[in-house]
């Protein structure tokens, strides 16, 4: 077993902080390190505990989810935040994303996809779902995507937006319906067009025209 996943929760609902203790117990690489209740004590939190993910709710006590999403970036800039919260996706996910989460679920979500989503955001640094992929990628100008030659597909924009979400090429693949050699092939267009080289100056693109968080 590896070094372990050391994990923040900050949710004012006592059973849900109980329910994801339990959830993370069963996985033995998973340690949750601290906890708090509401807004202050969650940046006294992360303040006085090294981690690296936090799992953090949008509504508690004291300031507005978002001020605080971007309070935590700003205090502890190589922590990831994943959104586990009540609000609907469609309405809050790509805010949040902007605001400096790594991810975003809601807390209907099945257990199997949480800790999915604790694995993608620790290893890519992203977990988006399918449906977010989709705003973010209609939430873009197209102008944005314009090459010196050429401009990117609408299929393009959208690989362009999972990878740079941290999609590996199998999960696009499912999520679009498509085969991996298919979504490969769109990958390798988009680098082609962009006159770019890899995933990461992929990444590097998306985070300069403001396409990620």
């Known amino acids: 077993m590896g070094t372990p996943i050391r994990i923040l929760i900050a949710d004012d609902h006592t059973l849900v902080r109980e329910g ?17 209740s509401d807004c202050q004590s969650t940046l006294q939190m992360i303040d006085e505990h090294a981690a690296d993910i936090l799992l953090l709710d949008l509504t ?13 970036r700003t205090r502890a800039p190589g ?8 609000h609907p996706e469609d309405q809050f996910a790509v805010r949040a994303l902007r605001a400096g989460a790594s991810g975003f679920l809601t807390k209907d979500v099945a257990t199997d996809e949480l800790l999915r ?7 890519r640094g992203k977990y988006v779902t399918p449906g977010v992929a989709e705003r973010l990628a209609h939430d873009v100008d197209a102008s944005l995507y314009k090459a010196p030659k050429e401009e990117l597909s609408e299929r393009e924009r959208q690989v362009l937006i999972a990878i740079a979400a941290g999609q ?13 050699k298919t979504v490969s092939t769109y990958r390798t267009r988009v680098l082609r067009k962009l006159g770019l080289q890899s995933n990461a100056d992929l990444v590097k693109f998306a985070l300069e025209r403001g396409l990620t968080a």
Do not use: F, N
Request: charged share 20%; proline share 2%; hydrophobic share 50%.
């Open 60 to 72: 508690m006590p004291g300031r507005g989810g978002m001020e605080i999403l971007r309070e935590v």
């Open 79 to 86: 922590l990831k935040v994943l959104v586990l919260t009540m």
């Open 117 to 123: 989503a604790i694995d993608a955001v620790h290893s």
């Open 168 to 180: 590996s090429l199998t999960s696009i693949a499912q999520s679009m319906s498509l085969s991996v």
């Open 20 to 36: 994801l203790r339990r959830i993370l117990s069963t996985r033995g690489d998973l340690h949750v390190v601290a906890e708090s």
